[in-house]
Each structure stands twice: as structure tokens, then as C-alpha cells.
């Protein structure tokens, strides 16, 4: 599996809204996931998508506040992230996987001020 790009991070004020790309292979997913990592903490998830189905799954912290979805023809990913708090900040990495196969983002940071 290819390395996913991510773009879309930046400076927002708390209640404002982020939206982060994920851009895969091109070649079919399996999954995609969004992760986080702050500074002094441990790489938490936030959110996956099944490519097939479009079901979803979230962590309860985001849930209510973030969209995973997908553009299947350009092997896009989205997380669209809404009413963005301080606790948000974080450098956010998008994984994928088919089968057996992985592969990690290098990350963009989402920085939300208060």
C-alpha cells in the first residue's frame, strides 16, 4: 500500500470548522482511518470508513462533531470536522489498509484556538 497524503490542517478558532483530505493509491481500500496524536499523549483514533459500504465509525470524543466520507473515483477521503475545540489540537494522520497491507500518512497538524 501506497503512503496516503493528507492536506487541509490548520489554525482555526474554537467553534470553527477543519476539513482534511486523505488521498489514497488510487487502487481500491479496504479502510481508511483518522488518527491524532497531541503533543505528550498517545496516538488516539478518531475515525474509519469501510470503501465498500460507506459505514462508519467514530470515537466517542468526535462523535456528533466529525464526518468521515469518501470520493470513490478519486480515492479521496474526507474528515470534516465541525465545533472544533482547544482538545482537537493535534497532529492528525490518515492510515489505509487492504488486508494485510497498511500504510501511514505523514500527518497535518490542526491547531484550535481558544
Known amino acids: 500500500q501506497a503512503q496516503p497524503v493528507e492536506s487541509g490542517g490548520g489554525l482555526v478558532q474554537a467553534g470553527g470548522s477543519l476539513r482534511l483530505s486523505c488521498t489514497a493509491s488510487?487502487?481500491?481500500?479496504?479502510?481508511m482511518d483518522w488518527f491524532r496524536q497531541a503533543p505528550g499523549k498517545e496516538r488516539e483514533f478518531v475515525a474509519r470508513i469501510f470503501w465498500s459500504s460507506g459505514n462508519t465509525y467514530y470515537a466517542d470524543s468526535v462523535k456528533g462533531r466529525f464526518t468521515i466520507s469518501r470520493d470513490n473515483t478519486e480515492s479521496t477521503g474526507y474528515l470534516q470536522m465541525d465545533s472544533l475545540k482547544p482538545e482537537d489540537t493535534a497532529v492528525y494522520y490518515c492510515?489505509?489498509?487492504?488486508?494485510?497491507?497498511?500504510?501511514w500518512g505523514q500527518g497535518t497538524q490542526v491547531t484550535v484556538s481558544s
Open positions: 492510515k489505509v489498509q487492504k488486508g494485510p497491507q497498511f500504510a
Open positions: 488510487g487502487r481500491t481500500l479496504g479502510t
